[in-house]
Structures are given as structure tokens and as C-alpha cells.
């Protein structure tokens, strides 16, 4: 054997050395990366077990389920939460699933800006959320509960893509979105090429009308994948509603262990997306068995290893009652008639922020077959800002986006005046004002008292055709006090002269006037306004 030359030699130690400096896997903090293993169990791969424990920088311990991706393979989805190296062991009762490690994880800084980390509670400030990473939270929803179903065949997903990037340039930042749901009622069939209903894909095996329920379809959630990571190089949180019981779902026996299965499977192939809050069904007033809702929340958060935020949509008698809420971190309510009302009672009961998701149905620039009910963006937009102005949070609602038709050109007119909305409201430490109905007559009113109050100014409305009351004796003329004004504001709390910003919530038109000073004032919109509303934000000079 013909010896190796020294320098060579050398430079195999020194090419060696260098491959093994660096790292095995590398990600990116609060991004999504899978671990694969393969191997053969017996029985329902589905009900293997098998999860991931991470050890992270100063301490960190993550363990993350994993799920049953198809092929004999199944996945471990893992996103770091600090910067630093990581490890990985799996532990699995499979011994070709078990004790697979990975020891040199890097996790690199988060290079999306969009991305923070986590969704959380403010833990001052708890009608309010916060981000992991410490960035501010002003949620501002969607409701496209089919995107996910959206041109599913179509590799490129245009429609979908379309939509979401949308909606991004809107700026919203919270999208309500089922898991699956099979059709509507108010649209069945595929009624046009916009109709994607009743689905081709489904998330069990087998058909809607014949599954089976005890394993899950792995095509239809690698499409979903397809809409996860999209939402989430947006920055666009996905609020997953798991369940939903009027959608024509055939769905496994309840208190059944298929039932159990598929939400195991959901938490653990989605838990490790930062951009993610668990929803237990959409309109969750349906599920009579408020003790199988519990177990099937506290089943979620069990198994979810990141602690993500779990809400339980329009589901007043749970979210009251202290034995069964503990498990939700906040409230989202469908809320038609007593929306204002109902921000201030519920900001009352529990510290946590309170999200309005379907107030008003803003009818489709082309009107196509979708749910009946339907208003003009105006009342939209004036019943988001009360909510908002409330200490609430807002979903809007296209109903040609919002279930199995999904149209999104036209742009909705909702669409950029949520985007002044947000442009306006978001600027304001509206972590720290507090609803102040006793400060304001005439529409709602969120201050920080003495340093910045905001409030939304109607037109004078008084019933059509009836002329204003005379003056009687017990009633004189108050010209003086300004008998057209459209709201009176208490500003005694300023310590001295202020600036008055008027903002034309249809239009973006701004101007500005002065405050003397502390003191009660009768306001009245610009005349340019017309019959647009105002949002008027007082902010006390330094």
C-alpha cells in the first residue's frame, strides 16, 4: 500500500476538522424545520408515539410531539425559540423511531421581519397582546375560514396567494381559518368557478360520506402546510379553529378516541408555527358538552410543548364560567347586536383581551351565492371603530372571502379604510387607555386621561322625517351651547392646552385644531366630512 504524503495526510485531518465544525442543522429563531425518521410500527401509525426533546441556551427545554407524515415516515416539527445551539433526542416506544439525536442544532437570528416569535398575553397590560420577542400586538382580523381550500389543485396556489398578500398589505394580522369544514348550506355544490365547496381533499381518509376516521389524510394536510408557512412569512397569526358543526363535516363520534386522534394530530403538526392560536371550533355554542369541550381543550395544551393561546369562538356560558375557562387566554365573541356593551361587560369578568369576530357581513362587490346577510362597508367600518374604541379587538368579514367563495377581486371598499384604521389606532398607546364611556357623550370614548383620548364622531341623527322639538318653557333655546353638536367631551384631566385631530374614517382626510386647555367642549365633525364619521384624537402638548 503506497503510503499517503504527509501534506496530504494533513490536509484530510485539517478538511475532516472542518466538516465536523460545522453544524449539523441550522434554523432560523421561530421558524418551522422537521426532523424525519423513518421506520416500520405495527398497527395504526397514527397512534404512534413519538416526540422530541430539545435543550435549548440558558436551560431551555422544549418537547414537541410528533405526527405520522405518511410513507413510513413521520416528522418532529421544531422551531427554537433563543439563538445558541440546540439538541435533540427522540423517545419513542418504537426502537426505529427511538433515541435518534441530533446534538449540533444552531439556531440563527431571525431574519424576517414580520416574525416575532409567539403570540402572548401582556402580562401589564392583560386586555392586550404582546409578541415573544417583546414587539407590540395590534390585532386586527380577517375571517377567511376556507383559504386553505382555495384552488387546492392548483400547485401555485394563486388564488390563495393572492389573497393573503392581500390581506397583508391591508395589514392584518390575525386570520380566523378552520382546520376543515365540507360545505355550506346557503351555497351548495359548486355553484361557480369561486365556489370551492364542498372539498375534493379531505383531512380523514377516505370520503366525507364514507371515512375513515381513525387515520388522518396526509395529502390534505401538506396542503394546509402550504398555507401555514405562506401566512407566516407574512407575519399573519392563523387563529385554528380545530372543529366546526355546521359545515356538513362528518366528523369522528364525539368523546371518541378518532376525536381525540385528530386533535392530537393538529396540535402536534402545528404547535412549532410561531404565527398559530388554538381555536376549538368556530361558533363553539354548538358543542352541547361543555365537559367533552374541556377535555378536548386541556387535550390541546397537554401536548402543545410551546404553551400557544387558546381561545374557544362565540362560546359565551364557557368563557363565564370560572370552573371551565381556565384553559382560554382570551375571549372571542360573535357579537351582532350589543357589541360595545358587551367589550365593557366582558373586560369586567376575566383580564384578557377581547376579540369581536363577526360583527357585520360586508356584501361582495359582485354578488355571488353566499350567506344571506349582508350590510354596506359603511356600517362595517363604524362598528369595528366602536369596538376597537371600546377596549375590544376586530375580525373583518368578506362575504366573498369569508366561506367556500373565495373572490377577493374586486378589492372589498372595507379593505383600505381598515388599513387607515389601523394606519391611526396603532399609533396610539392604546396598550395603556382604558374605555371611558362617563368621558364622552355622543360615541365611544378610550383614553389615557390628561394625555391622549380618542373617539368616534357620528352625523346628528335624529329619526327621518321628524323636524327638531321646539323650545318650550321647560326646555329653552340652547344656541349658546351648540344645539347641532355630535359630541360632548370631558377634558378636565389636561394639565394644560392640547391638539384636536380629526380623521375622516372613510377617506384618511386629516386636519388639526387647538385645545385651550382643561374643560367640557361640544364638537361637530369638519363640514368637509359629509356624512363620513370622525375619529377625534385629543393628544395633551409637552
Partial sequence: MKAMPMRSFKTLILLTAA?????????????????????????????????GEFSGPDGTRITVPGFY????????????????????????????????????????????????????VDPVNSHHFIYEDGSRYFLMGYEADWLWGADMKDPERKVMHHLIDQIAARGFNHLLVNVYAYDTSWSKGHQNQWDYGPTDVYAFGGTNDKPDHARLNTAFFDTYDVMMNALLEKGIVANLMIKVYNKMVNWPQPGSKDEERYFRYVTARYQAYPNITWDFSKEAYNERDKSLEKRLIDLVRANDGYHRLTTAHDNDLYD???????????????????????????????????????????????DLPTYSVKQDWQDMIRGAYEVYLSGGYFVYYYCNTAWDVVKPDPEPPGMPRFQTLKEN???????????????????????????????????????????????????????????????????????????????????GEKTESAIAG?????????????????????????
Fill in 518 to 542: 382643561p374643560g367640557v367642549y361640544q364638537l361637530n365633525r369638519p363640514s368637509s366630512f359629509g356624512a363620513a364619521p370622525g375619529l377625534l384624537i385629543v393628544r395633551a402638548r409637552h
Fill in 19 to 51: 466538516v465536523r465544525l460545522l453544524p449539523a442543522v441550522t434554523i432560523e429563531q421561530y421558524h418551522p424545520h422537521d426532523f424525519t425518521l423513518s421506520g416500520q410500527a405495527s398497527g395504526n401509525p397514527f397512534d404512534v408515539e413519538v416526540r
Fill in 320 to 366: 363565564w364560567d370560572p370552573k371551565l375557562n381556565a384553559n382560554l387566554n382570551f375571549r372571542t365573541d360573535q357579537e351582532h347586536f350589543y357589541w360595545k356593551e358587551m367589550v365593557l361587560f366582558d373586560r369586567q369578568i376575566l383580564p384578557w383581551p377581547i376579540v369581536n369576530s363577526e360583527l357585520y357581513y360586508e356584501r361582495g362587490v359582485d
Fill in 425 to 507: 389606532l396603532a399609533a396610539l398607546p392604546y396598550w395603556l387607555m382604558e374605555p371611558k364611556p362617563e368621558l364622552a357623550a355622543g360615541g365611544p370614548c378610550l383614553a389615557l386621561p390628561g394625555e391622549v383620548y380618542a373617539y368616534l364622531v357620528q352625523p346628528s341623527r335624529r329619526p327621518e322625517g321628524s323636524p327638531a322639538p321646539p323650545p318650550t318653557a321647560s326646555r329653552p333655546p340652547r344656541s349658546s351651547l351648540g344645539q347641532a353638536r355630535e359630541i360632548a367631551v370631558n377634558l378636565n384631566a389636561l394639565q394644560g392646552p392640547a391638539t384636536a385631530q380629526w380623521i375622516n374614517i372613510w377617506s
Fill in 69 to 120: 407524515a405518511g410513507g413510513n415516515i413521520w416528522k418532529i416539527r421544531f422551531s427554537p425559540t433563543k439563538p445558541g445551539r440546540w439538541s435533540m433526542i427522540t423517545v419513542s416506544p418504537v426502537a426505529a423511531l427511538n433515541a435518534h439525536t441530533e446534538t449540533d442544532i444552531q439556531c440563527a437570528g431571525n431574519s424576517n421581519p414580520a416574525i416575532h416569535g409567539g403570540l402572548l
